[in-house]
């Protein structure tokens, strides 16, 4: 079975600009989380879609927003890009359950200049 | 401040030798979890443990849990090169339908094994 994959895997983008990332979940999984890991530092939640719902947001400015797709799939789009935006952008998705694991993809590694 | 906060921030040991990293977080869990990440990939989980267990293991890892000092420690026993990467500890939120799709994440410790 395919795990949790992402587009693209690197992306240049210059300040000002905006970008979309994608993910599509591990089949079956409704559950898609999307965190930011600067480097050098611990991943911080972003974004949690559950059914197509919004069911939690971290500290992120208006710029980053989401969404999730009839098949789970889900889309982070990031305006008005700056500098600091720069970062390891992870997708996982899980089965909701209080113990159950999430899987992460391999991430979009994005570059601000 | 971080939820989760590990010690040390980086190790390096010998091939064989045991390797321990330590977790210490701030609220009230239902469950702790250890993820480990090679060189900014994605991160593969390795192993949970729930609030009312104190020690678990799976292969050469084992975790404990001590909620009253709000710690955990991962010990890699006989550790290998193949082990170098960042471990990470990472907590949901204590309530909430699906919060364990919303995990906090320590600062990790990069752990270096040298053959």
């Known amino acids: 079975d395919a795990g949790v994959t992402q587009s693209p895997t690197h992306l240049i983008k210059t300040r000002g600009q905006h970008v979309t990332l994608r993910c599509s979940p591990i089949?079956?999984?409704?559950?898609v989380s999307w965190y930011q890991q600067v480097l050098g530092q611990g991943p911080q939640f972003i974004f949690q879609?559950?059914?197509?719902?919004?069911?939690g947001r971290g500290n992120f400015p208006d710029r980053f927003s989401a969404r999730q797709f009839p098949n789970y799939s889900s889309e982070l789009n990031v305006n008005a890009l700056l500098l600091g935006d720069s970062a390891l952008y992870l997708c996982a998705s899980r089965e909701v359950g209080a113990y159950n694991e999430q899987f992460f993809g391999p991430g979009t590694r994005l570059t601000v200049l | 401040s971080q939820q989760g906060e590990e010690d040390p921030q980086a190790l390096s040991i010998q091939e064989g030798e045991n390797a321990t990293m330590n977790c210490s977080y701030k609220?009230?869990?239902?469950?702790l979890q250890w993820y480990r990440q090679n060189s900014g990939r994605g991160l593969v989980h390795l192993i949970l443990?729930?609030?009312?267990?104190r020690e678990k293991h799976s292969g050469r890892l084992r975790v404990t849990l001590d909620t009253s000092k709000k710690s955990s420690s991962l010990l890699i026993t006989a550790s290998r090169a193949a082990d170098t990467a960042s471990y990470f500890c990472a907590t949901p939120p204590l309530f909430g339908e699906t919060s364990g799709s919303r995990l906090t994440f320590g600062e990790g410790t990069q752990l270096t094994v040298n053959p």
């Open positions: 443990i729930r609030s009312n267990e």
């Open positions: 089949s079956g999984h409704k559950s």
């Open positions: 609220t009230s869990i239902n469950n």
């Open positions: 879609y559950y059914e197509k719902e919004e069911r």
